[in-house]
């Protein structure tokens, strides 16, 4: 049965770091697209796409709120997707999903996802 796992969250101060693991089992990544969705707490906002990766990591995209300052990576022989978190804001507080997704002509921004983790919680204090 496939499994994405989200770890790494927690809390931290405006301008330091996290890293984000997400580890998949039941399925190779090989052959997927990733992506790091974030929920903010707000109501009705809807859950954004903050970066993704194609499954041989020659295409990223990130939303331009964290351009600069977060990067996305995979490890396809350890089953694993990271994304570092750097410089953050208030703003980037929210719960965390990484999910995979059948690629599409080589780009992973239109690359719809059907592997889904639980989250994990971001929180950055100002």
């Known amino acids: 049965q496939w499994q994405l796992v989200e770890s790494g969250g927690g809390l931290v101060q405006s301008g330091g770091s996290l890293r984000l693991s997400c580890a998949v089992s039941?399925?190779?990544?090989?052959?997927?697209?990733i992506g790091w969705f974030r929920q903010a707490p707000a109501p009705g906002k809807d859950r954004e796409r903050i970066a993704c990766i194609s499954k041989n990591s020659r295409n990223t995209n990130y939303a331009d709120s964290v351009k600069g300052r977060f990067a996305i990576s995979r490890d396809n022989a350890k089953n694993t997707v990271d994304l570092q978190m750097n410089s953050l804001k208030p703003e980037d507080t929210g719960i965390y999903y990484c999910?995979?997704?059948?690629?599409?002509?080589?780009?992973?921004?239109?690359?719809?996802?059907?592997?889904w983790g639980q989250g994990t919680q971001v929180t950055v204090s100002s």
């Open positions: 999910a995979a997704g059948q690629e599409l002509f080589g780009r992973c921004e239109v690359s719809p996802m059907r592997y």
């Open positions: 039941g399925f190779s990544l090989d052959g997927y697209a």
